[in-house]
């Protein structure tokens, strides 16, 4: 049977605001979003009987949770299709990492999944079934590096240079809720267009709650920063650092790697998973 195999790229929050508090709890967010080329890999293959069946388990995810099974079975209800799908997941982003595995994985189910069940839904339709699943599902959808508003639904795309990052991966796994929870939290940032230009975006305000209880990422954001302006993505738990070429950020990950976990990876404002889809439509309309 034919499979389709499309790659489910990691992010990183280049900085990070919070600007404020919505009476439902979430946190009004501004942010910018660039894509990295490493990432999980999913294989996706039609099944006629109606059945979602993801083949790779993932320790400590039960089935039923796993935000490809929601991604895939909320598709297929909210669509009314007979068809199912074999998945298959090949494992790379760490989880709890700030990177958004998770979201980047559901993000590529929705858009195999509406390719191969050939659905008419266009991306707007699909952003908002991925926002339903996660705040970080609809940049994933877009594909495109982004300026992000309200939970980071609100997304305009822009264009930041595309370095070569060192992104720690300390050992640790940071509950998203824990963070945001957090009494000591900064949530009253100012909005782009009421700040000052010399205070720039310069900052993610989850870094100084999540250093202060995770000692292990308070030690990789030392490390790195001994090499770079090193900074928190998400709320953590992995840290990133930029770099002009990729002989550099391989040789700082060298001299790191006696204490720190990583790697190196390309920044990216086009999504792997859009060029891979660009160059089958491409092959499929020649
Ligand atoms: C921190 C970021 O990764 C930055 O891109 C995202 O804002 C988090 O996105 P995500 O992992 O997709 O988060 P979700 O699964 O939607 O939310 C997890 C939990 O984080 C909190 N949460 C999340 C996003 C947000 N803007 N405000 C919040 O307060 C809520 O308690 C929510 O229950
Ligand atoms: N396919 C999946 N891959 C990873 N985690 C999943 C998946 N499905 C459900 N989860 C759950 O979601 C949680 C968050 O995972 P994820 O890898 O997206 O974290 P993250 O990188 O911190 O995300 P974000 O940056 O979006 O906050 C995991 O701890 C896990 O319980």
């Known amino acids: 049977m034919q499979k389709l195999t499309l790659p489910a790229p990691a992010k990183l929050n280049l900085w990070l605001h919070i600007i404020g508090r919505r009476a439902d709890g979430y946190h009004e967010l501004e942010t910018v979003f660039q894509f990295l080329d490493h990432g999980d890999e999913l294989s996706f293959a039609l099944r006629d009987d109606g059945v979602i069946r993801l083949h790779t388990e993932i320790e400590a995810v039960p089935h039923d949770s796993n935000l490809i099974v929601r991604a895939a079975r909320m598709l297929q209800a909210q669509s009314g299709t007979t068809l199912g799908a074999d998945i298959w997941l090949t494992k790379v982003l760490p989880m709890g990492g700030g990177i958004g595995g998770g979201s980047s994985d559901a993000a590529t189910t929705l858009l195999a999944l509406a390719h191969l069940w050939q659905l008419d839904w266009d991306e707007d ?112 738990s992995c840290v990133f650092g930029a770099f002009p070429s990729k002989a550099e950020a391989d040789k700082v990950l060298a001299l790191l790697s006696a204490t720190q976990t990583g790697f190196v990876a390309k920044g990216s404002n086009i999504s792997m998973l859009h060029r891979k889809l660009q160059s089958l439509v491409k092959k499929s309309s020649a």
Request: hydrophobic share 40%; proline share 10%; aromatic share 6%.
């Open 125 to 236: 339709r699909l952003a908002a079934l991925g926002l339903s699943l996660g705040a970080d599902v609809p940049v994933f959808v877009r594909g495109h590096a982004a300026f992000a508003q309200g939970v980071g639904e609100q997304l305009t795309p822009v264009d930041p240079i595309e370095p070569w990052y060192v992104v720690l991966v300390p050992q640790v796994s940071v509950s998203t809720v824990e963070i945001f929870s957090h009494p000591q939290l900064t949530r009253d940032s100012l909005p782009l267009k009421m700040r000052p230009v010399p205070e720039g975006n310069s900052r993610n305000d989850c870094q100084p709650v999540v250093e202060q209880n995770y000692p292990e990422v308070r030690n990789a954001l030392n490390s790195l920063g001994k090499f770079t302006e090193a900074r928190l993505t998400g709320t953590g």
